[in-house]
């Protein structure tokens, strides 16, 4: 069973950057398209970006020009480059595949947006 991880989020000031990491306990990124999604309370888990096997990306249009999807196979690693975050961006985020294929969600990694 593929186990992912996710790591690198934290309390950040309006403005400011992150960037998260996703691991996965297989080769999994070779074989599927992947995903960012992100949760906040009370709210569905939205699909933020996508990444495909051949590299092409997508995006929301709220994070549009300021998030950045890529991946490295070698290292079984994802990783999400956010800049100029806002309030909004605040957030649970989780990788798995997109479109979801029945894996387990990881813990997901705690974003805060906050002056």
């Known amino acids: 069973q593929v186990q992912f991880v996710e790591s690198g989020g934290g309390l950040v000031q309006p403005g400011g950057s992150l960037t998260l990491s996703c691991t996965a306990s297989?080769?999994?990124?070779?074989?599927?398209?992947m995903g960012w999604y992100r949760q906040t309370a009370g709210k569905q888990r939205e699909l933020v970006t996508t990444i495909t096997k051949g590299g092409s990306t997508s995006y929301v249009d709220s994070v549009k020009g300021r998030f950045t999807i890529y991946r490295d196979n070698a290292k079984n690693t994802m990783y999400l480059r956010m800049n100029s975050l806002k309030p909004e961006d605040t957030a649970v985020y989780y990788c798995n595949t997109a479109p979801l294929r029945g894996l387990a969600w990881g813990q997901g990694t705690q974003v805060t947006v906050s002056s």
């Open positions: 297989g080769n999994i990124f070779s074989f599927y398209a």
